[in-house]
């Protein structure tokens, strides 16, 4: 007996942002709630994604405060905003992002590549 997963929502390189951003940065200034940019080490807040799963859930920040994105699986997962005011990209298993909220407001955020994953961003 032969058994076939379909895995082809994990291998997913759509960009649903409209544009596609292979700079690591993201210009969110005009509409959005967060910039993104390449790198860590920013001292603020940090979002872990572990095991499918991001964590702390609801995270909590504030305007400006930089938020460290960590994938700390083996499998690419993004962080995107549902109403498309940020976007990590894709970020590969050991690699991280740091986004800093540009406005005030709770943002529902999801991974584009596993939709299932999803949070909340609080940001006073």
Wanted: with cysteine; glycine share 12%.
């Amino acid at each position: 007996m032969l058994l076939v997963l379909g895995l082809g929502a994990c291998s997913s390189s759509k960009d649903y942002s409209g544009t596609k951003d292979n700079s690591g940065t993201k210009d969110n200034s005009g509409t959005g709630a967060a910039k993104s940019t390449a790198g860590g080490g920013a001292k603020g807040t940090a979002v872990a994604i572990k095991n499918f799963a991001f964590s702390p859930n609801p995270l909590q920040a504030k305007v400006g405060e930089p938020i460290t994105v960590m994938n700390q699986d083996s499998t690419a997962h993004t962080v995107t905003a549902d109403d498309q005011s940020f976007d990590t990209g894709n970020l590969d298993g050991g690699a991280s992002k740091t986004i800093k909220p540009a406005a005030a407001g709770t943002f529902k955020y999801h991974c584009n590549i596993h939709n299932y994953m999803t949070g909340t961003l609080t940001v006073s």
